[in-house]
């Protein structure tokens, strides 16, 4: 599923494409990708809007248009956008311009929504906490969502309440950078470990950033370029092999469902 760092990628590419551009003609070939709403209504509200802006909050995509609303746009697993036709087309922007995007996704749980400006704070906050390279993302606020949760860390972190836009990968990433195990329970950290997880956290993401998100299977940018944080993984999907600290196996486990690998040397269950 992409996370924040490849929606952040996907994100810059269409602001450079949509912005100050019109949707000429929208096409939405699935009606899974609207429901319960009519494709049809929804592409008649799109139609003719001018893009002001490409936002992202969390794994959301915010397409903010110039009568208001937005169209909010989650990728969930196989989601993404092409500019080139592609294959697994579900719907289809064509801008006046005459260019053209498509949206694909091969397994299908992604989700169109317009929300009207005055709802779209409210919708998206209640899904979401603060951005985790935002100024509120702060320290004293992890400190505080891990305080009563006695739930294993990774699985608190996995909740976008807590850390909007992290996902699996990254979070994994940021545990063996604080050197935190994934099952301990998220109370049980002192204010060192907290200080140390919250600088985790930004500099897996930063990273993620920095070289285009994580190309695994799904994953491309709208361009078809592919991402290179796959080559600077620290421990996710790579059990078996040594730590880059000190050359102990990775081990993998489950934590809520979710495959989970660290170090069992680096990251200690106490």
Request: charge should be positive; hydrophobic fraction near 40%.
């Amino acid at each position: 599923m992409p996370e924040l760092p490849e929606v952040e990628t996907i994100r810059g590419q269409l602001a450079s494409r949509l912005e100050g551009r019109t949707f000429a003609v929208v096409d939405i070939l699935d009606a899974r990708l609207t429901r319960p709403l009519d494709p049809r209504e929804v592409a008649a509200e799109l139609q003719g809007e001018r893009v002001v802006a490409v936002e992202r909050r969390g794994k959301y995509l915010v397409v903010r248009l110039e009568g208001g609303a937005a169209l909010l746009v989650h990728l969930r697993m196989t989601g993404s956008f092409r500019f080139e036709p592609t294959s697994h087309e579900r719907a289809i922007v064509e801008l006046e311009d005459g260019s053209r995007l498509a949206y694909r996704d091969a397994r299908r749980f992604g989700t169109w929504v317009v929300v009207p400006g005055h709802e779209l704070e409210s919708y998206i906050g209640g899904k979401n906490g603060p951005e985790p390279l935002g100024p509120r993302f702060t320290t004293a606020w992890l400190a505080e969502q891990l305080s009563t949760r006695r739930a294993p860390l990774k699985a608190v972190l996995l909740d976008q309440r807590v850390v909007a836009g992290l996902g699996n990968i990254y979070a994994d990433e940021a545990l063996w950078r604080a050197r935190l195990n994934p099952v301990r329970a998220a109370a049980s950290l002192g204010a060192e470990e907290v200080r140390l997880l919250h600088r985790a956290i930004r500099a897996a993401l930063r990273t993620g950033i920095r070289l285009q998100g994580s190309t695994l299977s799904t994953y491309a940018q709208p361009d078809g370029s592919p991402g290179t944080m796959q080559r600077e993984f620290r421990v996710y999907g790579r059990a078996g092999e040594p730590c880059l600290r000190c050359r102990t196996p990775i081990a993998k486990t489950r934590v809520g469902g979710r495959g989970t690998w660290y170090c069992p040397y680096c990251q200690p269950t106490a």
